[in-house]
Structure formats: C-alpha cells, structure tokens
Nanobody
C-alpha cells in the first residue's frame, strides 16, 4: 500500500507565498512522475505542475513564473513553492505520483488534498 500525505496549505493574503509538501510512504520500489493538481469549488480538477524523476518540469500557463515544483527522490517527496498568490489560486491542492511498487508494476496514487485559500 502506498500513501501520499500533503501538508503546508492554509490561508494567505494575495501576493503572499506558501510551500506545499507531499510525502510518499509505503511499499515503494521507485517513483516516476510526481505532480500537483488543484480543484476549485465548482470546477474540475486541473493540472498545476508535474516533475519527472530526472527533474523535467511542466507547468500550467496560469502558474508559470509564480510556482516552482521540486522533488527529493531520496526522501520520496515533492514540493510546490507558490509565490505571488492570487485569489484565483484558491483550491484544494492534490499531490499525485506514478509509483512503481514492484518491478514492472505501477500504481497512480493521490493524496487527500490540502486547502489553499488566498484572500484579496
């Protein structure tokens, strides 16, 4: 069994910063891509940023230049540094990982989500 646990969400004023963390634990052989997604009230879940095991990143246009995704492969963790936050960044943020739990066996895992609220 593999679990992802997010932390770091909270309430921040517009223009402020937050850093989200996500820790993977359990039966992990290796982790391929990791990412952050978000879901605002009444909207569909959307991609925020992803990072491959080798460090190649991809960002949604709405967060480019403001958010930075990074990871620590030794600790099985992924981070999201969020700067210049806007009210429209308010959402539940979910961690996602493509986990190899046995040779040639993969599982997509989601965290439980952490709420980020940006006040104007």
């Amino acid at each position: 069994q593999v679990q992802l646990v997010e932390s770091g969400g909270g309430l921040v004023q517009a223009g402020g910063s937050l850093r989200l963390s996500c820790a993977a634990s359990g039966s992990i052989f290796s982790i391929n891509a990791m990412g952050w997604y978000r879901q605002a009230p009444g909207k569909q879940r959307e991609l925020v940023a992803t990072i491959t095991r080798s460090g190649i990143t991809n960002y949604a246009d709405s967060v480019k230049g403001r958010f930075t995704i990074s990871r620590d492969n030794a600790k099985n963790m992924v981070y999201l540094q969020m700067n210049s936050l806007k009210p429209e960044d308010t959402a539940v943020y979910y961690c996602n990982a493509d986990v190899q739990y046995e040779p040639r066996r993969y599982l997509e895992v989601w965290g439980q989500g952490t709420l980020v609220t940006v006040s104007s």
